[in-house]
C-alpha cells in the first residue's frame, strides 16, 4: 500500500474543473515536500506536469495547478479538454533519500 | 534537446537476471540523478531507486534492496538497472527518469518491457 493515497477515479465535463488529492498515510514520511504530479497517457511515458507543490514546467497549459494543506497536496484542472483524460500520479520525497508514488488517479472527461 | 533512450525489450525465465540501459544525451549527464521506476500491467508507477550521475551514490526502495543495483558510466552518459531473481510479478515496464529541480522527474526514457515467464 502506497505511502500516498489518491482517489481512483475522478471525472468532469468539458469545461469544468477536477481538483485530484494525494494525502500522507505514512508517519514515516517524513517532510512531505517536493511533491510532483505527473500525466500519463494510455502506453506513453509519464509527463511532469507540477514539480515542487505548485510549480509548471514550461509548456504545460496553466489550467494545471498544484497545491499543498497539510498531509495533502492537490492538483487542479480547470476548463477540462478533452486531452486531459489520463491517469495522473503524484510523487513526493519520503525521506532518506528514497521517492514514493501515488496510487494513480484515472480521470474521465 | 534531452533524450533519454533505453535497451530493448527483455524476456526472462524466474530466478534470471535483468539489466536495461538508459543512454542520456542532451544534458550534462553528471550534474543530475536518475530514477528508475517500474509499472506492471495495469498498475501504477513504483519507485525502485535513484542514483546520483556525479558520485555513483545510490539509495534502493526497501521492496527491491536485496535484489536492485544501479550503476551508471558516465563516459557513455549512461544509467543501468539490474533486478535479480526475476519471478512473474516482475514483469512490468520499466522507466527511467532524469531528476530536475525539487525532485520532479522532468524527463523520461520511452520504457522498457521485462517479461518474465518460463
Known amino acids: 500500500q502506497s505511502a500516498l493515497t489518491q482517489p481512483r477515479s475522478v471525472s468532469g465535463s468539458p469545461g469544468q474543473s477536477v481538483t485530484i488529492s494525494c494525502t500522507r498515510t505514512?508517519?514515516?514520511?517524513?517532510?512531505?515536500?517536493?511533491v510532483s504530479w505527473y500525466q500519463q497517457h494510455p502506453g506513453k511515458a509519464p509527463k511532469l506536469f507540477i514539480y515542487?507543490?505548485?510549480q509548471r514546467p514550461s509548456g504545460v497549459p496553466d489550467r494545471f495547478s498544484g497545491s499543498k494543506s497539510g498531509n495533502t497536496a492537490s492538483l487542479t484542472i480547470s476548463g477540462l479538454q478533452a486531452e486531459d483524460e489520463a491517469d495522473y500520479y503524484c510523487c513526493s520525497y519520503a525521506g532518506s533519500y528514497t521517492s514514493v508514488f501515488g496510487g494513480g488517479t484515472q480521470l474521465t472527461v | 534537446q534531452v533524450q533519454l533512450v533505453q535497451s530493448g525489450a527483455e524476456v526472462k525465465k524466474p530466478g534470471a537476471s535483468v539489466k536495461v540501459s538508459c543512454k542520456a544525451s542532451?544534458?550534462?549527464?553528471?550534474?543530475?540523478?536518475m530514477y528508475w521506476v517500474r509499472q506492471a500491467p495495469g498498475q501504477g508507477l513504483e519507485w525502485m531507486g535513484w542514483?546520483?550521475?556525479?558520485?555513483?551514490?545510490?539509495k534502493y526502495s526497501q521492496k527491491f534492496q536485496d535484489r536492485v543495483t544501479i550503476t551508471r558510466d558516465t563516459s557513455a552518459s549512461t544509467a543501468y538497472m539490474e533486478l535479480s531473481s526475476l519471478r512473474s510479478e516482475d514483469t512490468a515496464v520499466y522507466y527511467c527518469?532524469?531528476?530536475?529541480?525539487?525532485?520532479?522527474?522532468?524527463?523520461w526514457g520511452q520504457g522498457t518491457l521485462v517479461t518474465v515467464s518460463s
Open positions: 542514483i546520483n550521475g556525479d558520485n555513483g551514490n545510490t
Open positions: 515542487d507543490v505548485s
Open positions: 527518469a532524469k531528476v530536475g529541480t525539487a525532485m520532479g522527474c522532468d524527463y
Open positions: 505514512s508517519a514515516d514520511l517524513n517532510n512531505y515536500n517536493y
Open positions: 542532451g544534458y550534462t549527464f553528471t550534474n543530475y540523478a
